[in-house]
Nanobody, 122 residues
Framework: HVQLVESGGGPVQPGGSLILSCAAS????????LGWYRQFPGVERSRVAS???????HYHDPVKGRFTISLNNTKKALYLQMTNLRPDDTAMYYC?????????????????WGQGTQVTVS
């Protein structure tokens, strides 16, 4: 089993900063794919940023230069540093992981998800 717990969301002013955290436990190792996704009031979640098991990092274009994804040495905690937040960043943010795939960029959907943490920029 893989367990993921997000924290750090909340209300912020436009232009503000926020750091999201994801605590991972269970069958997570150094080759686990990890990422942050967000969901607007719509039908699909979308990838914000991810780190592959090989260390490859992918960012969604609207967050490049503003958001930074990072991971601790043992891949037990994942972070998303968000700066210069905009109202259109408002969404539910989810941590995701997949120990069975080193690749978790475009075209791949992880198998395990956290409960989500709400970010509201207004």
């Amino acid at each position: 089993h893989v367990q993921l717990v997000e924290s750090g969301g909340g209300p912020v002013q436009p232009g503000g900063s926020l750091i999201l955290s994801c605590a991972a436990s269970g069958t997570v190792d150094s080759q686990t794919c990890l990422g942050w996704y967000r969901q607007f009031p719509g039908v699909e979640r979308s990838r914000v940023a991810s780190i592959g098991g090989d260390g490859t990092i992918h960012y969604h274009d609207p967050v490049k230069g503003r958001f930074t994804i990072s991971l601790n040495n043992t891949k037990k905690a994942l972070y998303l540093q968000m700066t210069n937040l905009r109202p259109d960043d408002t969404a539910m943010y989810y941590c995701a992981a997949d120990p069975l795939s080193q690749y978790c960029g475009p075209g791949y959907w992880p198998r395990h998800w956290g409960q989500g943490t709400q970010v509201t920029v207004s």
